[in-house]
């Protein structure tokens, strides 16, 4: 069983900062693809950044020059700086793992519960 806790959420202002991080835990072989999603109330889910197991970076357009996704392996952990936040930020952000478990024959998605981001204006 592969559990991912997610953390840094919080309510910042318009032009803040905040760093998400998701540590990945269990029976765990490999990690592969990491990213992290968003949902607001009403709206579809996106996704925000991905990053692969040989550190390609993948950013959502609204996002670009503005949050940074990286991973230390070591710890199985992933990590989202946001920068320059907007009102149109606020979402839920979930963190995604694509990983093998010991024993396991096949890859699966793991999915984090998800932390709240508000940003007022």
């Known amino acids: 069983q592969v559990q991912l806790l997610e953390s840094g959420g919080g309510l910042v202002q318009a032009g803040g900062s905040l760093r998400l991080s998701c540590a990945a835990s269990g029976s765990i072989f490999r990690l592969a693809a990491m990213g992290w999603y968003r949902r607001a109330p009403g709206k579809q889910r996106e996704l925000v950044a991905a990053?692969?197991?040989?550190?390609?970076?993948n950013y959502a357009d609204s996002v670009k020059g503005r949050f940074t996704i990286s991973r230390d392996n070591a710890k199985n952990t992933v990590y989202l700086q946001m920068n320059s936040l907007k009102p149109e930020d606020t979402a839920v952000y979930y963190c995604?793992?694509?990983?093998?478990?010991?024993?396991?024959?096949?890859?699966?998605?793991?999915w984090g519960q998800g932390t709240q981001v508000t940003v007022s204006s």
């Open positions: 995604y793992t694509r990983g093998l478990e010991n024993g396991a024959l096949s890859f699966r998605d793991y």
């Open positions: 990053i692969t197991s040989g550190a390609s970076e």
